[in-house]
């Protein structure tokens, strides 16, 4: 037996390094290029060992085997942690960052039990693997709405794109985590056409085919995925808007009324057909018929009132690079060349992003230290605790402002957008003015994003549980001082500043 393995002692040396160069390999391709099962990367750590048992067997002396089995332990080490502990492994997150995730195929797409069953199977496994709070596996309630989601679908005759989204969210819905959902990125959005001059005119939508919305909320609450509920409803009213959206929440679009109500209160009921709804292409030249389109770059921009002493940035998405660090800069120095008094951060309807935009906007200020959230993250079978305490600022010495700051807020300012908001809410560096944002300050976060692969719909995980800047564990909103409609907030901050 050794006689054999040291005839093949090349051979076996060469297979082992080759397979432990595949099984360290492996991680950085699910990341960023092809899709593993984690079983992918179990089979090549099993033929690591054997090979590396070969290896061993060919050798003599204590030294050089033991350097073997050390290389090889190391490597799946390396191997397990990069694939059954991370929570990027398979993921979408690469794509995402790119801006190249695939449309979803249509929502009315038909799929066979076995295809639903292989999606909701594939989400409950990312959900257990990486989400802080199944690290023990799956809460019951949520099992017992798997099983009975797996029963229902058995017995439907018809499976759609959207029922596998229905069923998705009815069990991720109960973990009350906005960011853990099923999304979709559909390849036929039509919205309809009459949106863009009613919310110009004022106009809200009070009903769908004769049930209120507040109604139609009651009954449909359990299909979204939402910490604040505020942010659920927000989801269904733009579920309301679109084809796809109306057939998730049960109504047949061939013929639907909507009923619209003015500011001043009255009715008016529309019935509209399907050719009412038009693809998202016609239906943004309509929308900038009535409202102003933004440059495509245009997610960071100020302007400076010198009346009221007020200058405004207007962040429509946490990104954090030099086209925001260029904004903030020059914005700052404008406040220093006019002698500006007050700063306001207009964060309404920003969905979140990168929180060290938040970071970047203290660094003006004329603060030494900021406390910031705490956090648990998921590492497969690990939890690591992270609690930095008070951060050092890093202050911007020639740019210092020590005027008033403001940040207005609604409730579809979330994610870090929320953070951006607590920061300056807990360690009272401004006045908070509009909605409480959508999303629980002591909630979950810091998604990884996977595609099911039957439907294409994309599923959002969180991988940390937080815990708000203020150690206030209790506390499930981030409350402004000034509390009204997120629409008024700035003509709050202006009668707020003029009346000092």
Known sequence: MTEFFGAHKKLFLTVWIILLVVSIGLIPLSIFVLRFTEWTAALFMVLSCISGAGVFLSLSGKIRRTVIVLITLIVMCISFIGSFCNPYWDSEVYR????????????????TYKQAER??????????????AFKDGAPEDIQTEY???LESLKASENITVNDVKYYAERILSLQGDGHTSVKAQWDNYRYLSDIPKRNAEDFILYAINGISLEQLWDEKKALYSYDAESWGVSLMKSDAGNIAGLDYLGFDTNEITYTWESPEGERETCTYTAEDFIPYEEYEKIYYQYFEEPASDDFVSYTIDEENSLAVLTLTQCDYNDIYIDCLNRMFTEIKD???????VDLRGNGGGSSLVADEFIKYLDIDEYEVSAYKQRFGIFTLNSDEGPIQNEKYIDLTFSGD??????????????LFAQFFKDNNLGTLIGEPPGNNPNGYGDISYFKLPESGLYLSVSTKKFIRASGDENDCLVNPDIECDGDNAYDELIKLIQEE
Do not use: W
């Open 405 to 418: 700051v403001y940040i207005l807020t609604d409730v579809d300012t979330f994610s870090s957008a929320m």
């Open 119 to 132: 999606d909701l199977s594939y989400m409950l496994g990312r959900v257990k693997k990486c989400h802080p």
């Open 338 to 344: 006019k002698g500006i008094q007050n700063a306001a």
């Open 147 to 149: 099983d009975l989601a």
């Open 96 to 111: 995402l960052l790119k801006g190249s995730l695939s449309e979803t195929e249509s929502y009315d797409k038909t799929l």
